[in-house]
């Protein structure tokens, strides 16, 4: 008996035994759990404060822009020509450029004929660029009188799109894809050269040829308005254009009008923010100088822009 009571107690011992290294088990994994989750919530955290930090310094850049573009001395004002600005601060960098607005086509106000010769020097064919043209006034226009080539709510509903042409203005260049028409390739190639903010019915050539504020006169197909854009005569006028995907000069040729009386200043600013950690961040806006002294820029948008890199 005293032998079966040793067994059994043996027996409860190796029960006890494996009981505990089973807890140890469960409490190991739990730790190196707990461990992971800690250190994945912790990366979490530091990437959060990493990109905060280049979202911050992508901001200030875009800021610095504006105090470069209002700075009172000619030689040393930014030039809203593309060129590419270096803004560093202790723990990363930004790269900045600046475009004028005023040598775009405005999505709104602009001519047919103004935006026919966009897509005349984009290379599309005369009668697709005919409908094309057609179909963006209709899209924009705020009533339901079908162009003769363009495209109205029916037409939108024959073609399975399930919109119709908006009838109001354009809130955003990215809504001309949806105008009835448009193709993705064909977009990417015009987009760069249109905007929403001017309100100009004509395009200021030289900015467009060059990307800077350098022509005397703004220009429009059809005549131009008292209060269209004129021109800022202080940017650099040998600045280079970059390569483009339509032929510039076909479309600056189709231009032709008379002196605007007053000016625009509205730029697109891009700044792209880099911090040592590698975080990147993109911020992109749309700037308009007032010439006041009180409050002497506006916004007219901010958004986040897409990582596609700066050639710095």
Do not use: C
């Amino acid at each position: 008996m005293a032998s079966g009571m040793a067994k059994a107690g043996r027996g409860a011992r190796g029960i006890a035994l494996v009981v505990v290294l089973w807890m140890l088990t469960l409490l190991a994994v739990i730790a190196a759990s707990f461990t992971t989750t800690t250190r994945t919530e912790t990366r979490l955290a530091r990437n959060l404060v990493e990109n905060a930090k280049a979202e911050a310094l992508a901001d200030a850049a875009v800021h610095r822009a504006i105090v470069g573009l209002l700075d009172g001395d000619p030689d040393a004002r930014w030039a809203a020509d593309g060129t590419l600005y270096e803004f560093a601060m202790d723990d990363g960098t930004a790269w900045i450029t600046i475009q004028d607005e005023t040598g775009k086509i405005d999505l709104n106000a602009g001519s047919r004929n103004l935006i026919a010769a966009l897509l005349d020097a984009a290379d599309v064919p005369l009668a697709e660029a005919d409908s094309l043209s057609d179909a963006i006034i209709d899209y924009r226009d705020t009533d339901d009188q079908r162009r003769p080539n363009g495209a109205e709510d029916d037409d939108y509903r024959d073609a399975g799109l399930p919109w119709g042409a908006k009838d109001r203005p354009f809130e955003a260049v990215e809504e001309l894809r949806r105008v009835l028409g448009m193709t993705p390739e064909l977009y990417d190639r015009i987009s760069p050269y249109l905007t929403v903010y001017t309100g100009q019915r004509g395009v200021n050539a030289a900015a467009l040829r060059a990307g800077a504020l350098t022509a005397e006169d703004t220009f429009d197909t059809n005549g131009a308005d008292d209060d269209e854009v004129d021109t800022d005569a202080d940017a650099d006028q040998d600045a280079a254009p970059e390569a483009a995907p339509i032929d510039l000069e076909r479309l600056a040729g189709a231009t032709g009008g008379r002196r605007s009386r007053r000016a625009l200043r509205i730029y697109s600013v891009r700044a792209e923010a880099t911090v040592d950690s590698g975080a990147l961040f993109v911020r992109e806006a749309v700037v308009r100088l007032t010439g006041r002294a009180e409050r002497p820029w506006l916004v007219h948008a901010w958004r986040q822009g897409r990582m596609d890199p700066l050639a710095h």
